[in-house]
């Protein structure tokens, strides 16, 4: 039986915080440094890019209840260096730390990427894997939510 919209995002939005869980308790051991200081969340000052997932725009979507359009390359969701999202943000924000080993993070962002692929064959939603400025001015991403 297919499931209902409502039940597929109610469903979707607890299984991405079953993964954020996981990851934050992962990252954790790695004892990562960040003086939260917000400079890899301006993409295009730091040389950076932020990837984000299907499932994780819809619980970002679902849980944000303040869209903003992002068109700059600076997350629209910093503010005085401050994430404003920070409950909600994504597996890239989470995982990335400019101080630790990058090769443990990649390690850690293929296995969460594994998830969020899993997770869109379980819900039969459409994988994307796409920048977040492509990502948050896709209006048809907006549709897979009531
Ligand atoms: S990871 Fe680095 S650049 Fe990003 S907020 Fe932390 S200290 Fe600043
Ligand atoms: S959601 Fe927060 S942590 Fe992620 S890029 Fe935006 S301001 Fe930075």
Redesign the pocket.
């Known amino acids: 039986m297919k499931l209902k919209k409502s039940k597929i995002c109610s469903e979707v939005d607890s299984k991405v915080k079953e993964i954020y869980d996981w990851l934050d308790s992962n990252i954790k051991n790695f004892n990562p440094q960040c003086t939260t200081c917000?400079k890899?969340?301006d993409?295009a000052a730091y040389g950076h890019k932020?990837f984000v997932t299907t499932p994780e725009l819809l619980y970002f979507y679902k849980n944000i209840k303040n869209l903003k359009p992002m068109p700059a390359q600076t997350?629209?969701?910093?503010e005085n260096n401050?994430?404003?999202?920070?409950d909600?943000?994504?597996a890239?924000?989470r995982i990335f730390f400019c101080k630790a080993d990058s090769e443990q993070l990649n390690r850690l962002s293929e296995q969460a990427i594994k998830k969020f692929k899993t997770l869109c064959e379980k819900y039969d939603l459409p994988y994307r894997y796409a920048d977040?400025a492509t990502a948050m001015n896709s209006p048809e991403l907006l549709d897979l939510i009531e």
Request: charged letters at 15%.
């Open positions: 917000g890899c969340c993409f932020l997350c629209p969701y910093l401050k994430c404003t999202a920070r909600f943000r994504f890239g924000c977040l």
